[in-house]
């Protein structure tokens, strides 16, 4: 069965380059972004960690953890760090995970059950292995986006979307289309227009079902 937005994102004990870890203890009450990837030693996964490291000051002012997982070994985490850091400017200082067991990818479904890697392997043998997902401080997944080996992954997207489920967490809230933050935001049906106002201030009513409010202050 597939992962959906709200399931519990599946907890697992792995090895990774800052040590063992415990996803839902490592959460603590923050963010997680966890990244994944089919290969070490790849040039579009080369620029995608380079540019989380080069972000995590962003990452971090949003009590966001960021988790990178690859399938291939810690070791070879190690070597390839080099390379990152090389690329993004930056130092990489979030755990990679070794999933040389697939057991992580398959668990994500980002695998079918009975895959292996075989001698020689190349990232096409993992290439579905490129999934970011958003979890929460409840440990539900409110996000995940796949992408292909040839497509590298828009952070300023990712950000973006990480700044809306944050505003709108736990809030009668939700982003319009192309929203960016410090614009209006879309007050839900649930609230009437009173309650809305008490609530929200002054709405910017352009349907009945679609009305406007001042984005709440961070």
């Not at 203890?25 to 997680?32: A, K, L, P, Q, T």
């Not at 989380?52 to 002012?61: C, G, I, Q, S, T």
């Not at 614009?183 to 009305?211: H, W």
């Amino acid at each position: 069965m597939s992962l959906r937005i709200n399931d519990v994102a599946p907890n697992f004990t792995a090895d990774t380059t800052a040590g063992k870890i415990t996803l839902h203890d490592w959460i603590g009450s923050g963010y997680v972004v966890l990244f994944s990837h089919p290969k070490d030693f790849t040039p579009v996964c080369t620029t995608e960690f380079g540019a989380f490291a080069k972000l995590a000051p962003d990452f971090e002012k949003r009590n966001t953890k960021v988790l990178g997982l690859s399938v291939d070994s810690v070791d070879d985490h190690k070597k390839w760090i080099r390379d990152i850091e090389a690329v993004g400017a930056a130092p990489v200082n979030f755990p990679i995970i070794d999933d040389t067991s697939l057991s992580i990818a398959k668990l994500y479904n980002m695998l079918p059950a009975d895959a292996y890697l075989p001698d020689g392997r190349t990232p096409a043998h993992s290439a579905t292995v490129r999934t970011v997902f958003i979890i929460g401080p409840d440990k539900k997944i409110r996000l995940s986006l796949t992408y292909p080996m040839s497509v590298g992954r828009n952070f300023a997207e990712i950000l973006r979307a990480l700044d809306a489920i944050q505003i709108t967490d736990g809030a009668p809230l939700a982003t319009p289309a192309d929203w960016q933050p410090g614009q209006d935001v879309i007050v839900s049906t649930s609230l009437n227009n009173d309650q809305a106002k008490e609530k929200f201030g002054e709405l910017n009513i352009k349907l009945p079902y679609l009305r406007y409010a001042k984005a709440p202050k961070a």
